[in-house]
């Protein structure tokens, strides 16, 4: 019944997006987009999560903009279940801007065109009667050339979507949710002084969530990219299952050399592979994530998630430009950009149109980091 709900509800937003007044034309050889999602600014307090990496995001906005991005903000962007929106801007006000202005527009071709911005369900309030009497009376004007949608297309085969819709506690009764964050967790972080270091989603909920996003993608024959669920997902594939690729890889390749050094190279970087496995599973009770695909068949490569901007040692992000995906983490530490892995966006849409599985030409180099 919820993944009906969902698909149904994914539908009739992709169908609005892909209507050619609202369609964001795509020239893979020339554009160039981030996507970001998954923020949760809050009021600067020991509740706010995205504090720990508020200035790193505003490097790596600085690069992008330097660097031509247009910025997709794809929803989660402000915690209004835990603040009002004049306490976020007290501490925020400048990277909203920011962002504002690196936003990519509709395509109205009058004058009137807004910069886009796409909707969650932790910012939802934004859209409602209550919000927009509210905002008026703090005599605010920094939304006033924004429009806020549910989803978008970059021209016909990438769909860009939070991810919360259908779900009944996110989508349809966020206000009840609203509610049990504000007055219960949000009292808890404030009396033990504790933030959230990471994502906070129940691993087995996330797992059959990714999964439906995936069948729906798969039956569209689209490249689908999310957010909502706090994990970083490339073509479809999970960092637990590239670490899995990786490791068959190297374990392949170390049969086959002869320098006793070498050797022992790779032997480490199994090591360290399998450490990230185990350290990935500890989290997970030692239950194994849930497959897109029977095994031993791979997934199409239809599915992607930016990640979130709260993870305890950085942020993650998509990276679109001329003609290539990447997923790319920004490391707190030294503010370093790390792109762990990317595709051909052809490539990808081909493998998708085709229904065809993940092969030995999307065998990943995973840098010696995690996203969490």
């Known amino acids: 019944m919820k993944n009906r709900r969902m698909s149904k509800k994914f539908n009739n937003i992709y169908e609005e997006a892909l209507k050619p007044e609202n369609i964001i034309p795509l020239n893979p050889e020339k554009d160039s987009f981030v996507v970001f999602s998954d923020h ?19 490097y790596a906005l600085s690069y992008y903009q330097k660097m031509g991005f247009n910025l997709i903000v794809l929803g989660d962007n402000e915690e209004l ?38 909707s969650g369900n932790h910012d939802k309030e934004i859209s409602t009667k209550s919000f927009k009497i509210f905002y008026k009376k703090i005599d605010e004007n920094i939304l006033d050339n924004v429009l806020y949608r549910d989803g978008i297309c970059l021209g016909e085969d990438i769909f860009l979507i939070h991810g919360h819709q259908g779900r009944f506690f996110d989508d349809i009764a966020w206000r009840v949710s609203r509610w049990a964050v504000q007055f219960i967790w949000r009292t808890i972080q404030r009396i033990f002084k504790i933030g959230n270091d990471g994502p906070a989603e129940n691993f087995k909920i996330r797992d059959d969530l990714e999964l439906a996003y995936y069948q729906w993608a798969k039956k569209k024959k689209l490249l689908l990219i999310c957010g909502h669920t706090h994990r970083a997902i490339f073509g479809s594939l999970t960092y637990f299952d590239r670490l899995q690729i990786e490791i068959n890889h190297l374990e392949k390749t170390v049969g086959k050399i002869h320098s006793k050094k070498e050797k022992e190279k790779i032997k480490e970087k199994i090591k360290n592979k399998k450490a990230e496995i185990n350290k990935t599973l500890a989290k997970r009770q030692g239950q194994l994530p849930k497959s897109f695909e029977k095994k031993p068949e791979w997934p199409v490569p239809c599915y992607f998630n930016d990640g979130c901007g709260c993870y305890t040692n950085g942020i993650t992000c998509l990276e679109i430009e001329q003609g290539t995906i990447r997923l790319v ?44």
């Not at 929106?85 to 509709?106: C, F, P, S, T, V």
């Not at 998708?352 to 990943?364: A, C, L, T, V």
Request: charged share 40%; proline share 3%; glycine share 6%.
């Open 40 to 58: 949760h600014k809050g009021d600067g307090s020991p509740a706010d999560d995205f504090k720990k990496n508020a200035s790193l995001y505003e």
């Open 81 to 118: 279940w835990e603040n009002r929106y004049d306490q976020i801007l007290g501490i925020y006000r400048n990277l909203i801007k920011k962002e504002i202005n690196m936003a990519l527009e509709d395509g109205d071709e009058n004058n009137n065109r807004k910069k886009i911005r796409i």
């Open 329 to 372: 983490k920004w490391q707190r530490q030294g503010k370093e950009r790390i792109i762990f892995t990317q595709g051909n966006i052809s490539q990808l849409l081909n493998y998708i149109k085709e229904s065809r599985p993940i092969d030995e030409d999307f065998e990943p180099e995973l840098k010696d980091t995690a996203f969490d």
